[in-house]
């Protein structure tokens, strides 16, 4: 199956050009061990070009640095400016040693600069303003054109704007998880910063493909989700029995309704999306075309409210707090 349209794009002061409203991301792919899966993974980066999709999301982090080597390799025989391509880095403690992270990063992607460049995750512990104050240099330099964060709170993200200017956040947001609502998502409206979200489909779960008895396996970085918790899962599960039920009363897949939902709300610039094959990323840009009532979005928000006072705030969905 190939994708029959080319996927929207929206227009932001943040950017040069406009940018897809669905963003490919490969923060799924740890390992590339197998050498079918590195050529699955490399078949979804063209599928998705192909279609349209000119947002493409990395990170130091992933696979050590194997996920934006094969980013580099798989974009290098396009166009540069046809793409807006984003990479991240852990926070750092001094200013030079930011400088010389998105240099390597430069390297593994096989670029001369970066769309956007993020701070990953805050740490406790450590001063994120020298780090800003190095992102800020490598901008002045053309190594980097935008500045964003991932994971950060207002609190952390004020501090940050001390030292420089925070042009994009990116934030996990989904019907599973909405607790920036009422505070980074209002912030970023305010103050004209970019939001994209990751996680859309909730780390599958909204795919429907999980039943009410399954546990991620040993060793599955799930594992440390939130939503997988023994105390948590059986309250998603069956919210997304009532979403999955909803879908089929519809006529549309569950992975449709969670992405037109997306697609709704006005705050969300691109909505990072993950993919294994070709055969995925296709499956998530042709739910961008469904039509979905606005009377079957809005018995859907109604679900994700009754579960969103349900699920503990944990911070993030990883449970994960660097120091």
């Excluded at 999301?57 to 391509?85: K, M, P, V």
């Excluded at 992270?101 to 600069?113: D, E, H, I, M």
């Excluded at 970019?194 to 009410?212: C, D, E, V």
């Excluded at 999306?273 to 296709?282: D, H």
Aim: hydrophobic share 40%; aromatic share 10%; net charge negative.
């Amino acid at each position: 199956m190939t994708a029959p349209l080319q996927i929207a794009k929206r227009t932001s002061h943040v950017f040069h050009q406009p940018i897809s409203v669905l963003g490919f991301g490969g923060s799924l792919y740890a390992s590339f061990d197998e050498r079918q899966v590195l050529q699955d993974f490399k078949d979804a980066i063209q599928a998705a070009f192909e279609a349209g999709i000119n947002h493409f999301d990395t990170a130091q982090s992933y696979g050590d640095g194997q996920g934006e080597r094969i980013f580099g390799g798989c974009l290098s025989h396009f166009e540069r400016e046809r793409y807006i391509l984003a990479s991240k880095m852990l926070l750092k403690k001094g200013k030079d040693e930011t400088v010389e992270g998105v240099k390597a990063s430069l390297r593994n992607l096989a670029t001369n600069y970066l769309d956007l460049f993020y701070i990953h995750w805050p740490a406790g512990n450590t001063d994120p303003r020298p780090m800003m104050e190095g992102l800020e240099e490598c901008r002045r330099q053309g190594l980097i054109r935008h500045i964003g964060v991932s994971n950060f709170s207002v609190e952390q993200l004020e501090v940050l704007r001390e030292a420089g200017t925070v042009d994009v956040v990116q934030l996990c947001y989904n019907l599973l998880w909405r607790r920036h609502e009422e505070d980074l998502i209002p912030y970023c409206a305010k103050h004209g910063i970019g939001i994209f979200s990751y996680s859309s489909l909730a780390q599958g779960i909204l795919t429907g493909k999980y039943p009410k008895e399954y546990q991620p396996a040993e060793g599955d970085a799930r594992r440390n989700s939130v939503f997988f918790r023994p105390d948590v899962w059986p309250t998603i599960s069956d919210a997304v029995a009532a979403m999955q039920r909803l879908a089929d009363e519809s006529g549309a897949t569950l992975v449709e309704l969670a992405m037109a939902w997306l697609l709704r709300q006005p705050a969300i610039l691109s909505i990072i999306v993950g993919a294994r094959s070709s055969t995925q990323i296709r499956r998530n840009i042709q739910a961008l075309f469904a039509s979905i009532s606005d009377n079957v979005l809005d018995r859907l928000t109604d679900i994700s409210d009754e579960l969103k006072a349900t699920i503990p705030d944990t911070g993030n969905i990883f449970q994960y707090y660097p120091e």
